[in-house]
């Protein structure tokens, strides 16, 4: 699910609907720090609540929202992607880690053209 401009120069990739009270407060914080709504798109991995207890999705979540995800990355050009949770992460990058340093973003996966 794309929600959002998907030309917005910030693309947010959650793994699940955000609820409306988290909605709320992530753009309330985007505004303190000078960025507007309009300006994001954000993109869900799967488009309801995880299946498994603890908010994850499950394997099968992921493998069927894979070509999706692809499909939706390759058709969009931010300038700053922001993952929310290791699993959007890994995702988006095939990183498993949380923190990355310079030589880690050399391998990361290009989606779209530059």
Same mark, same amino acid.
């Given at each position: !699910?794309?929600?959002? $401009? #998907? =030309? @917005? &120069?910030?693309?947010?990739?959650? &793994?699940? &609907?955000?609820?409306?009270? *988290?909605?709320?407060?992530?753009?309330?914080?985007? /505004?303190?720090?000078?960025?507007? +709504? /309009? =300006?994001?798109?954000?993109?869900?991995?799967?488009?309801? =609540? #995880?299946?498994?207890?603890?908010? $994850? !999705?499950? @394997?099968?979540?992921?493998?069927?929202?894979? &070509?999706?995800?692809? +499909?939706?990355? +390759?058709?969009?050009? #931010?300038?700053?992607?922001? /993952?929310?949770?290791? =699993? @959007?992460?890994? *995702?988006? /990058?095939?990183?498993?880690?949380?923190?990355?340093? +310079?030589?880690?973003?050399?391998?990361? #996966?290009?989606?779209?053209? $530059?």
């Amino acid at each position: !699910m794309i929600i959002g $401009r #998907p =030309d @917005a &120069p910030y693309l947010v990739i959650s &793994p699940a &609907p955000i609820s409306e009270g *988290m909605n709320n407060w992530f753009y309330n914080q985007l /505004t303190r720090i000078g960025i507007l +709504q /309009t =300006d994001v798109c954000v993109v869900t991995i799967i488009d309801e =609540d #995880p299946e498994n207890s603890g908010s $994850r !999705m499950s @394997a099968k979540q992921k493998r069927e929202a894979w &070509p999706r995800l692809v +499909q939706t990355l +390759q058709s969009v050009n #931010p300038k700053v992607v922001v /993952t929310l949770g290791g =699993d @959007a992460l890994y *995702m988006a /990058t095939g990183l498993e880690k949380t923190f990355l340093t +310079q030589e880690d973003t050399s391998s990361l #996966p290009h989606f779209a053209e $530059r």
